[in-house]
């Protein structure tokens, strides 16, 4: 939960927020000074039914879940 | 220092307003929505939870709406916006084309509130739609 917790913690300067033909959207987040690029998919972002799809860094994916999160 | 003035040397000083300071120190904050190709009543959001021990402060907020073919370009580009603070609306904005929104006073979101920008496309066309949210985020 490395991306989620990225912008759990409010640690960037550039969050971009791409709405998905499924109602999931793309959390692009970015900081200054650090060349990395953080993404993830999540569905239902701060609800209590969130979802976080995967996430990678750099285009490297640190999760795979099943798109329907079983 | 020893002689316990300032410790500043004549003409380099300089009085930063608190937006240009945050953005100085790296704690400016940008928060985009898009939507391509959208239709009629589409929206594009963005939401931010403020960490604990955190406040965030919008300064400006902008928004564009156009066409996606060539043909539609003359048209009526008109959206819509919203900026709520959990669920109270903060600020409106609508337009042709789009526009922006500078506060007179910064919009105040504290640790544990949710900000939510919300750009709907009105247009009767694929469009695309953006929404921005600038602002910086200091310790409570």
Not at chain 2, 73 to 101: P, S
Request: negative net charge; glycine residues 10%.
């Amino acid at each position: 939960m490395r991306v989620r917790n990225f912008l759990a913690n409010g640690n960037f300067n550039h969050s971009d927020q791409a709405r998905q033909p499924d109602g999931s959207f793309i959390v692009t987040l970015k900081k200054r000074g650090d060349p990395h690029v953080y993404k993830m998919a999540v569905r239902d972002l701060y609800r209590a039914a969130e979802v976080v799809l995967w996430e990678e860094v750099d285009g490297v994916r640190l999760v795979d879940k099943n798109p329907e999160g079983s | 220092m020893s002689s316990g003035y300032p410790d500043y040397e004549g003409g380099k000083q300089k009085v930063y307003l608190t937006p240009e300071w945050a953005a100085l120190i790296g704690v400016d904050k940008t928060f985009t929505a898009t939507f391509t190709y959208a239709i009629f009543e589409d929206e594009a959001v963005l939401t931010y939870l403020v960490p604990a021990g955190k406040e965030f402060y919008v300064t400006q907020i902008g928004y564009s709406s156009r066409a996606m073919a060539a043909a539609d370009a003359d048209k009526d580009q008109v959206c819509q916006v919203e900026v709520e603070v959990d669920t109270d609306t903060k600020a409106y904005g609508g337009a042709h084309g789009g526009g922006f929104i500078v506060p007179a006073t910064p919009i105040k979101v504290i640790a544990g509130e949710t900000l939510k920008g919300t750009i709907r496309c009105f247009a009767n066309h694929d469009s695309f739609v953006g929404l921005a949210v600038v602002g910086y985020e200091v310790d409570a």
